[in-house]
Each structure stands twice: as C-alpha cells, then as structure tokens.
C-alpha cells in the first residue's frame, strides 16, 4: 500500500499540469492526503514493524500540536497536518521488507516518474504547449521536485551507473527553463555535495564545470530579466541583494528583483519581537501574505516558522533535522555494501536543498512535491536496517 498511496499522491500532484486549463488542479489536495491516510493506515495497522525513528521528531510533533487548541487563524489544522504528513509516510514506507527486488521496482518507478515529470515541466514552461518558454513559469514546486530528484540521481551516479548522469543533468535544467533562482543552486548542489561516496576528483570536476556553467545561466537574457528590474545586473549586484533580502538592510540599489518577497519579509520580520520566544500561532502568516501579496504562503519557511512557532519552535525544529541528519549517518556503515544504502544517502542528503528552499519558497508544506517522497526514501532505509539486523541474527543462529 505504501507504493501505491505515494504513487497516487505524486500522480495527483503532477498529471493536472498535462492537462489544459487546469483541468485537475482541484483535485491536487490528494497529492499530500491519499499518502498521508494510506501511510498513516499502514503505520498503525504495523506498529511493532515501524523502524523510522519518529522519536526523533516527537518534539516537533508536540509543538506543533499544543498550538492548535489556541490558534485561531483560518487553516491552521490542515497546515499543521501538512506539516507532519511527511512523517506519516516515513513511518510507513519503514514497515516494509527491503529486498534486491523492491529497490529494483523503486529506481524503475522513479524512472517512469521522472518522463511523466519532464513532461509536465515542459507543459508548465511553456517549452512543450507553445514552443517557446513563458515570460513567467508556475513551476516553482517543481523545481523543488527537481532537486529531491537529482539527489536520487547523483547517488545513482556515484553508485556506477552513468546514465543517471543524463537524467541529472536534464534535471539540472529544469529550474533554469523555469527561471526559480534558489532551484537553480539547490539542484546544481545535489552532485558535488552528495552523501554516496563519490571521489574528490569527481566532485571537484563537477564544482568547476558547474560554476561555468552557472556563469553563462547568470548571463542568459531570462535570468538578467528575473535578477534585476533593469534586465541588467552583475554577480556583485546579486550578491548584495540577497545579502539585503535576507538581513532586513534597506537595499543600496532598487534594482534587486525580489519578487515581492522584501515586502513580505519586512513586515513579518518588524512584528517578530511582538511575540519572541512562542510566536504569534499556527498559519498566522497565511492573512498577511494573502493582504500583501495575493498568495496563501510567504515564500520563507525559515521566516514562517519563526514567526508561526517563535524562535524556540525554529530553534527546535532546525536541531531536529541535525538530528536526523546525523543519526541518518551514523547509520550508514552497516548498509554500505548494501543496494538500499541509496535510500539513506539520498534522504538524508535531501536535507540540504530543503533548507535552502526554506529561505525562499515553502518546501515545508509541499509534502506532496518534496517531503512525502524524502520520507519515503528515509523509511525504506530504515527498513532495510531492520531486515539486516534480523538476517543478521538469523545467520549467527545457525
């Protein structure tokens, strides 16, 4: 049921962006709630099977939770769910027996995702409906698709298989076709920061090609147009803006294009003192956004923790993925040699674009297009230590 649940949720996500006038888009909800019942479902009904550690993340449940009693903004339950959903399918998929066979049915399965994805991007670009790119995308979602995706795919590099490369590589693409600035940088990391073991040579070739490469993107005509209102701007000029973006500073030059998200930002931040340590409560930051700029999520998911849950509940939060991260490595050795230590590499690498799309997007409520299958990944990895372990103690019986 796990497989076929997250299959759903992805489909759900996904297929509505082939269709014409959003035909399906109603229905995306399903993208994060099929996997969260189905996962939810299966976690219950196997309890003793469970391997995922949620203990790990039962503080950040409970804060989450206890603010929910108080909160009185519009939403506040359904993204608080959202919030946990990713949970859920990591404590589900972490039930499973992990065996040459699955792993196999999960790299093929991702492969067939990744032309139904490409497909979509394409459409949603403009680049496969029209022929031409769109002034403006509405993919931003699945740039961050895209990154998780890499992941899987410069593991699988590093691994040996040098046709994930080709699929990387095509990946890499993807937030360049839809201009998103961090998705750019967070795919592109995905290959020289990779937790599979890959030589030093690799990744230093990889680092260099990619700063080259990232140079004549910069350049590009589409990307000048998204940096700065002018259409014209150096690297200096867009460092000093998101310098300015993200330290509150009042910017030197008006050129920065920060596609409203300064605005965003200066309010919340002038009213964080207001409620310090605990925050100003669940979803609180959905009316601002919506009277500042006409969307539903302020694209900081750092900043919307900070002021939903204070700086305790981002301090909390932020330990707890450390905290993953690094119980994640720690149990790396005893699956090394193993063909599931790909789960563990790439969810526990996932980590690092997710924290960069929290500085600029909201990767945290997008379960459906990032967390759902990050977690997936993690409990299979988890899974496949608990069916060592046990053949391990059944061959030390014998």
Not at 13 to 19: C, I, R
Not at 80 to 86: A, D, E, G, K, Q
Not at 147 to 155: D, G, P, Q, T, V
Not at 283 to 298: K, R, Y
């Amino acid at each position: 049921m796990p497989f076929i649940v997250l299959a759903i949720g992805m489909l759900a996500s996904y297929l509505p962006g082939l269709f014409p006038g959003g035909l399906g888009v109603s229905l995306s909800y399903l993208g994060w709630m099929v996997p969260l019942a189905g996962c939810g479902l299966v976690a219950l009904l196997h309890q003793r099977r469970i391997s995922f550690p949620l203990w790990l993340w039962l503080p950040w449940f409970l804060w989450v939770l206890v603010y929910l009693p108080f909160a009185n903004a519009d939403n506040a339950l359904q993204r608080s769910v959202m919030l946990l959903t990713p949970l859920a399918v990591g404590a589900g998929f972490s039930t499973l027996q992990v065996d040459a066979l699955l792993i196999e049915k999960f790299h093929l399965w991702l492969n067939r995702f990744f032309w139904i994805f490409m497909a979509t991007a394409g459409i949603s670009t403009g680049l496969l409906s029209t022929g031409q790119l769109n002034e403006t995308s509405a993919f931003a979602a699945g740039a961050i698709t895209a990154s998780l995706l890499a992941a899987w795919y410069a593991a699988r590099y590093a691994g040996g298989d040098r046709r994930a490369l080709a699929y990387w590589a095509i990946l890499a693409m993807v937030p360049v076709l839809a201009t998103t600035r961090t998705g750019m940088v967070a795919v592109a990391l995905t290959l020289p920061l990779t937790l599979a073991p890959l030589s030093m040579n690799k990744r230093l070739i990889a680092v260099a090609v990619l700063l080259v490469a990232g140079l004549l993107v910069f350049q590009s005509e589409r990307v000048q147009a998204k940096m700065f209102f002018s259409g014209q701007g150096t690297l200096s000029d867009a460092v000093s803006g998101v310098v300015d973006l993200f330290s509150g500073e009042k910017a030197a030059s008006g050129d920065f294009a920060t596609s409203g998200r300064k605005s965003m930002n200066d309010v919340l931040v002038a009213r964080l003192d207001q409620a310090y340590w605990f925050g100003h409560g669940a979803n609180t930051t959905e009316a601002i956004s919506l009277a500042i700029a006409g969307v539903t999520h302020p694209h900081n998911d750092w900043l919307r923790v900070r002021y939903e849950y204070g700086i305790l509940g981002m301090l909390l939060f932020a330990l707890t993925l450390l905290a993953q991260m690094r119980h994640t490595l720690r149990c790396f050795s005893r699956l090394r040699s193993s063909g599931a230590a790909i789960f563990l590499y790439v969810g526990a690498g996932a980590f690092i674009p997710m924290a960069l799309f929290m500085s600029s997007d909201n990767v945290m409520l997008y379960a459906a297009w990032f967390g759902n299958l990050q977690f997936a990944m993690l409990g299979l990895g988890y899974a496949a230590l608990r069916t060592a372990q046990r053949d391990g103690r059944q061959g030390a019986t014998r």
